[in-house]
């Protein structure tokens, strides 16, 4: 955690979907780090997130924008001059795909087109860290996690798109930047639990709408495993290789950044540990034979090259990731979200320190 500490001190910082789970907890962990933050993004979908309950708009730099139109990307880029991106903008919902195919292919694919091409254009970025999806590879239901070598596809639209943005970033990195002095880089993440996901259709999010009403969480999945992992955990990856991709080009490519093997646990393993911490609550199966939107069942990802090359690693483990997720549900209606979030990031540095 200390290798990037003062890197981002100054620095001006674009990230795209701030309003959104992942990219909110960034844009607020890049403001503690000092960073001069430029966030892009639609209007926030939920109220209750990390963006709007910490009022995070009012320190930083807060524009509105879809990532499919080029003209709006590049007038940011040219107004704001960014020396690192992380590009989190997405439409990042599975089952939501299949409904929206092509305005998903659009968010993913052409957004992140968009996005090289600003960067190419400026020509003054250091590093730019594109988020796409563990789901970007082509799922064999193996029992061994996926390497970044292994084949890019998918099967449902979501995974598609995200396979296809992964070949539109190694295109413009053979093409543009193989020479240039701006270094890329993709990151994978697996599933992401933690406080401030209000999203629809993913586990966490449900079960606590469900706590929260009193009423029995609904488990489509209950067998399907998945690598389970708190949000810092890849957000501390992707800040660490924006500082890495910075320094040196060795660090372009492709990254996975996952749990450790203890904590890829089946749906109904997670919710029980959930429901212990949470103090009350039970859950029923609610799958349904007939089910025609594909999810996968088996998931998880090869992180060694992360670990051995980047010199990163999970901190939290799967009960202290829900043990964060509880706290931060239980107290952003009764506590500053903003002093709530900066606790955990703190509290969590404090772990990795003592690691």
């Known amino acids: 955690m200390n290798e990037f500490k003062n890197f981002y001190k100054n620095k001006n910082v674009l990230v795209t979907g701030h309003t959104g789970f992942k990219g909110s907890w960034l844009s607020l962990w890049l403001n503690e780090l000092g960073a001069n933050v430029i966030g892009l993004s639609l209007e926030p979908e939920y109220q209750n997130g990390v963006f709007v309950k910490s009022e995070l708009k009012n320190k930083i730099y807060d524009c509105r924008g879809d990532i499919r139109n080029l003209k709006t990307l590049k007038q940011v880029f040219n107004d704001h001059k960014p020396d690192v991106v992380f590009h989190l903008a997405a439409q990042a919902i599975v089952r939501e795909s299949y409904d929206n195919p092509i305005y998903t292919y659009e968010a993913n694919v052409i957004g992140t087109a968009n996005v090289l091409e600003c960067i ?41 798109s995200k396979g296809c943005a992964e070949l539109v970033i190694n295109s413009y990195n053979k093409s543009y930047f193989s020479h240039s002095k701006t270094n890329i880089a ?39 495993t998945r ?3 708190h949000v810092l955990d890849p957000l501390n990856g992707y800040l660490l290789l924006g500082k890495k991709l910075a320094e040196e080009k060795k660090f372009s490519g492709a990254w996975n950044f996952g749990p450790n093997r203890e904590s890829i646990l089946m749906v109904k393993e ?22 025609k939107k594909y999810e996968t069942k088996l998931l998880n990802l090869d992180c060694s090259k992360s670990k051995k090359i980047l010199g990163w690693n999970p901190v939290l483990d799967i009960n202290q990731s829900l043990k964060f997720s509880v706290d931060w549900y239980k107290g952003f209606n009764k506590r500053d979200v903003y002093e709530l979030c900066k606790k955990q990031i703190n509290d969590f540095t404090k772990i990795s320190m003592e690691k």
């Open 270 to 291: 997670v919710i029980d540990k959930l429901i212990k911490y949470w103090g009350s609550g039970k859950w029923k199966s609610v799958q349904k034979e007939n089910e």
């Open 227 to 229: 690598p389970w992992q």
């Open 186 to 224: 993709s990151a994978r993440a697996g599933n992401v639990i933690g406080g401030g996901d209000w999203a629809k259709d993913r586990l966490i999010p449900d079960a606590v709408k469900a706590l929260l009403d009193k009423k029995t969480i609904p488990i489509r999945n209950p067998t399907s």
């Open 120 to 160: 190419r254009e400026l020509n003054n970025v250091k590093s730019a860290v594109m988020i796409t999806s563990d789901k970007c590879y082509k799922n064999k239901e193996l029992e061994r996690g996926y390497n970044e070598d292994d084949e890019l596809g998918g099967y449902d639209p979501y995974s598609s």
